[in-house]
């Protein structure tokens, strides 16, 4: 007999001082999340340029980016919006790497996700109309930072605002890293998961919930918690991006929702 969902939820909020009032929820800690490429080229880092621009043209993580250099640039590990022209930068010389690829598939799951993404927004929005405030508009940073955001708990297999590894916050380096301005700016991150043993393809997480029986379990859940229903209804913010991933199996969905001034 397979044992029922599963539906945890956490909430984070970066005020503008960006000092970080999340949860810890205890998740072991995971190897450094570094790329297994057999060999590397050195990048120099051209005026302009983001962390996040470079991560995304050798089709990396942002986190492996930071991983693969952080002992020569330490900067990267504490504020990635420190990057430098002329910084030498280690990298993959071809394919991506394991984790690299195990993300990626994160971000193109085995079913359809957008649907429910949009109903997610779409009943936050709802919610923020029933108290009169502005409604959030979709924001397509954002939206890139909550889908890596998601697809990273699910190749790393954790769950929690802060990187298992470091103990810091990935929003907070996600922004840094995309040279992304705000004063205000907040996460909210749901699972639904099956429980341990056996499950049947067909009462996997993935095949049982629809796409709207997904956004209204993360968004009424969220409406009910103190902590999400406050990043829900903040007056501060205007724009949001939500991002779920799902692994390959179908047993676990993750969502993230990141919302900014």
């Known amino acids: 007999m397979s044992l029922p969902p599963r539906i945890i939820f956490f909430s ?10 999340g949860v810890l929820d205890g998740v072991p800690l995971a190897p450094t999340p570094t790329p297994a490429a057999t060999e590397y ?6 005026a302009g340029e983001t962390l996040a621009q470079i991560a995304a043209k050798f089709h990396m993580t ?29 990298v993959p010389a071809q394919n991506a790497s394991a984790t690299a690829r195990e993300t990626a598939q994160a971000s193109q799951p085995p079913i359809d996700l ?14 923020r109309a029933q108290r009169g405030l502005t409604l959030l508009r979709t924001d397509a940073v954002l939206t890139n930072i909550a889908s890596d955001r998601s ?20 929003l907070l380096r996600y922004l ?16 639904i998961k ?3 043993g056996f499950v049947l393809p067909w009462l996997t997480v993935a095949a049982r919930y629809s796409a709207v029986d997904l956004a209204n379990e993360f968004v009424t859940d969220w409406l009910n918690s103190p902590e999400h229903r406050a990043n829900i209804f903040s007056s501060h913010y205007r724009r ?14 993750v969502a993230t929702q990141v919302f900014s001034d």
């Open 176 to 191: 840094q890293a995309y040279g992304y301005g705000y004063l205000y700016a907040g996460e909210n991150i749901a699972e």
């Open 12 to 21: 984070i909020v970066l005020p503008v001082l960006l000092i970080g009032c």
């Open 41 to 46: 080229i050195t990048y120099t880092v051209q």
């Open 62 to 90: 942002i986190e492996q980016l930071i991983g693969l250099n952080s002992t020569r640039y330490p900067a990267l590990a504490r504020d990635p919006s420190l990057l430098q022209p002329g910084w030498q930068l280690r």
């Open 114 to 127: 957008s649907p429910a993404v949009k109903a997610t927004i779409d009943a936050v929005n709802a919610a």
């Open 240 to 253: 949001t991006g939500v991002g779920l991933a799902v692994t390959r199996d179908g047993r676990r969905i």
């Open 151 to 170: 697809a990273d708990m699910i190749a790393r297999d954790y769950f929690s605002h802060y990187d298992p590894q470091t103990g810091q916050e990935p």
């Open 194 to 196: 099956n429980g341990s």
